[in-house]
T-cell receptor, first 114, second 113 residues
Framework: GDSVTQMEGPVTLSEEAFLTINCTYT??????LFWYVQYPGEGLQLLLKATKADDKGSNKGFEATYRKETTSFHLEKGSVQVSDSAVYFCALSFTQGGSEKLVFGKGMKLTVNP | NAGVTQTPKFRVLKTGQSMTLLCAQD?????MYWYRQDPGMGLRLIHYSVGEGTTAKGEVPDGYNVSRLKKQNFLLGLESAAPSQTSVYFC????????????FGPGTRLTVL
């Protein structure tokens, strides 16, 4: 079935460091791809998304490009801040039983130190 | 506009007890979901609903029941709690068929002793 594999971490970076979180997917069709972020003690929030090949999603300085040829959707940020400390989840949408659902990666915890 | 809210925030149960988790959304969303989050497992879908009066099984439905009697509410029930159901439970909602973004509640941390 459709699935997502992502870096699990945890990862600790210094402020202003470059961040890459790898995400690859397996899907039978053409899913939409997402990055969700979970700040401490909160629910998940959509960070960015891309709905078709070569689309780039971006938000809050984060970017990810939908690469069909490598089945990847890696998340990048050029200069992380302490406030970016959170758990990051890659996800894809798939249709089953006539309804669209999300399947999530296992999440990666990022800690950014000042 | 409160978005998605969940009640309670924390709960401790003994094995065999029952309880109901309530999810409410004020965005007039059609679709609602219940997930559980366990360390190293990501989020797994328990049950979902595509509209008032409808429910369907997700990836890990055993031991849980749900009801969607009103469009704005989605209830998750545990009839006889087991320690394996210790988890953080998240509710989410989505506007409808032509949208793909899910909006999540803050979660309920459940411990079963």
């Amino acid at each position: 079935g459709d699935s997502v594999t992502q870096m699990e971490g945890p990862v600790t970076l210094s402020e202003e460091a470059f961040l890459t979180i790898n995400c690859t997917y397996t899907a039978t069709g053409y899913p939409s791809l997402f990055w969700y972020v979970q700040y401490p003690g909160e629910g998940l929030q959509l960070l960015l998304k891309a709905t078709k090949a070569d689309d780039k999603g971006s938000n809050k300085g984060f970017e990810a490009t939908y690469r069909k040829e490598t089945t990847s959707f890696h998340l990048e940020k050029g200069s992380v801040q302490v406030s970016d400390s959170a758990v990051y989840f890659c996800a894809l949408s798939f249709t089953q039983g006539g309804s669209e659902k999300l399947v999530f990666g296992k999440g990666m915890k990022l800690t950014v130190n000042p | 506009n409160a978005g998605v809210t969940q009640t309670p925030k924390f709960r401790v149960l003994k094995t065999g007890q029952s309880m109901t988790l309530l999810c409410a959304q004020d965005m007039n969303h059609e679709y609602m979901y219940w997930y559980r989050q366990d360390p190293g497992m990501g989020l797994r879908l328990i049950h979902y609903s595509v509209g008032e009066g409808t429910t369907a099984k997700g990836e890990v439905p055993d031991g849980y029941n749900v009801s969607r009697l009103k469009k704005q509410n989605f209830l998750l029930g545990l009839e006889s709690a087991a320690p394996s159901q210790t988890s953080v439970y998240f509710c989410a909602s989505r506007l409808g068929r032509d949208t793909d973004t899910q909006y999540f509640g803050p979660g309920t941390r459940l411990t079963v002793l």
